[in-house]
């Protein structure tokens, strides 16, 4: 009798939560926000390999191009948000950069988030810690928003970790799992929940 | 018309068990700022830990804050998302955990570029066959190979079904508490850690998990930064 209770008042609470929801998505920050789905190009240089969302790089060579990465399209001025979620499956190596900014302007990677052995992420350009806790398995979310000309803001599990200021120019977005400079493979990372909104 | 008496007697008996079951783990989300939310929840007696999830819509997907031990009631979430509705729930989790294995680990901390790892990648074999919430489903066992100065391989029998993963747990030398190392699928019977500086010296256990009860949804919308 218990459970039919629970049963029944889950029931009550479900169809509460279901009415209470209008959206399937949720921007974060204050809008209004449109979303939109850019274009992307799928990039495999040396071991890296793609299969949708999966992002390999196969060996443990810590030298030359190791990418696995999808390259979205080119965004000049306003404001963008991007959410995705990530989960580290396997990361044999270190120092594998996961998500990126990139200044096509001047060009550059404008911001490179990291993760080392063990689950620290770091911002690659001057190495400031921005989260633990990307253990093998845990699904993170980053929400970066970026104000062109004014600040780059990355938010891991929904707690802002970064604030960078941003000039203006054009910029585009990257993710999936790239041998740093220090780093090498192998790595697994399988990207989730990936939208996109601009204001 | 003597029907609704004893229904309402039982739906009552039922509230004074299943209420109060749910009255314990209730759950409440405050702003302690524009921008930082607190979070204090009743634990649920048996669990082996409970876990911190949040999101941004009530039906969205949940993401993971921290796998927290079985006492703790209360977790801070800083510094969030501007103007943003958050969404929080606690779920207990159980399951039955392997003996514990010693690893000292040889001194060094690079990698050798010759290894390819393969050796560390999760893998899975065909479920066992003991549903992993009886009470006689069993322990896990562990055995541990040392593959270098930074690499452990993991490997156990899966005799469990029903689990919804393992969980590598790790207390490293002088810790006072086992944390979560890895978050692995079900079924995984072998897996590579790739260990951190201070696991030199650590204890290791693997668990296979499974979710009790779940507190109530708390919700709060954040306000703007200073």
Redesign the interface.
């Known amino acids: 009798m218990s459970g039919m209770l629970r049963t029944l008042v889950g029931a009550v609470l479900a169809g509460g939560l279901l009415m209470a929801a209008p959206v399937a998505h949720a921007q974060v920050e204050s809008g209004p926000w449109t979303s939109y789905s850019p274009t992307f190009t799928v990039q495999e240089r040396g071991c890296g390999d793609v299969a949708d969302l999966t992002f390999r790089l196969t060996c443990s060579t810590a030298s030359g191009d190791q990418r696995a990465e999808r390259r979205y399209a080119t965004y000049t001025g306003g404001t963008r948000q991007f959410e995705g979620s990530f989960r580290i499956t396997s990361l044999g190596g270190t120092r594998i950069s996961l998500k990126q900014t990139f200044n096509d302007s001047t060009p550059g990677p404008y911001f490179m988030l990291a993760v080392e052995r063990g689950g620290r992420l770091y911002a690659v350009h001057g190495g400031a810690t921005v989260a633990t806790g990307a253990t093998v398995g845990a699904t993170v979310r980053v929400n970066t928003v970026h104000a062109v000309g004014s600040q780059h803001r990355t938010y891991i599990n929904g707690s802002l970790r970064h604030t960078y200021a941003s000039p203006g120019g054009s910029f585009y977005d990257k993710f999936g799992a790239y041998r740093t400079n220090s780093g090498q493979g192998p790595a697994t990372v399988v990207w989730s929940g990936i939208r996109f909104w601009r204001k | 018309m003597s029907r609704p008496v004893p229904v309402l007697v039982?739906?009552l008996?039922?509230?004074l068990?299943?209420?109060g079951q749910?009255e314990r783990q209730r759950l409440t989300a405050t702003l302690t700022s524009p921008?930082d939310v607190s979070l204090v929840w009743e634990a649920e007696p048996g669990a082996v830990g409970q876990v911190v999830e949040?999101?941004?819509?009530?039906?969205?997907?949940y993401?993971?804050?921290?796998f927290v031990p079985p006492d703790r009631t209360s977790y801070e979430?800083?510094?969030?998302?501007?103007?943003?509705?958050?969404y929080y729930r606690v779920r207990s989790f159980h399951g039955p955990a392997s003996a514990t294995v010693d690893v000292t680990l040889p001194p060094g901390d690079e990698?050798?570029?010759?290894?390819?790892?393969a050796w560390?990648?999760?893998v899975t074999g065909p479920s066992g066959a003991s549903p992993v919430r009886s009470a006689d489903a069993g322990l896990p066992d562990l055995s541990a190979e040392i593959k270098h100065a930074?690499?452990i391989l993991f490997t156990w029998t899966d005799r469990f079904e029903g689990e919804e993963?393992y969980l590598l747990e790790v207390r490293p030398s002088g810790a006072a508490h086992f944390s979560?190392?890895?978050?692995?699928?079900p079924d995984v019977r072998s897996?590579?850690?790739?260990?951190?500086?201070t696991e030199k010296n650590a204890t290791y256990r693997v668990r296979a998990y499974y979710y009790g009860a779940a507190t109530?949804?708390a919700h709060q919308k954040t306000g703007d930064t200073a």
Do not use: K
């Not at chain 2, 990698?111 to 790892?117: A, I, L, Q, T, Y």
């Not at chain 2, 897996?191 to 500086?197: D, H, K, V």
């Open positions: 039982l739906l008996a039922a509230c068990v299943g209420c749910e921008t949040y999101a941004n819509v009530p039906d969205g997907d993401t993971v804050l921290e979430h800083p510094d969030l998302i501007p103007q943003t509705e958050f990698v050798p570029e010759s290894d390819g790892h560390a990648e999760p930074n690499g993963g979560v190392a890895a978050q692995l699928d897996f590579g850690l790739i260990t951190l500086p109530n949804v």
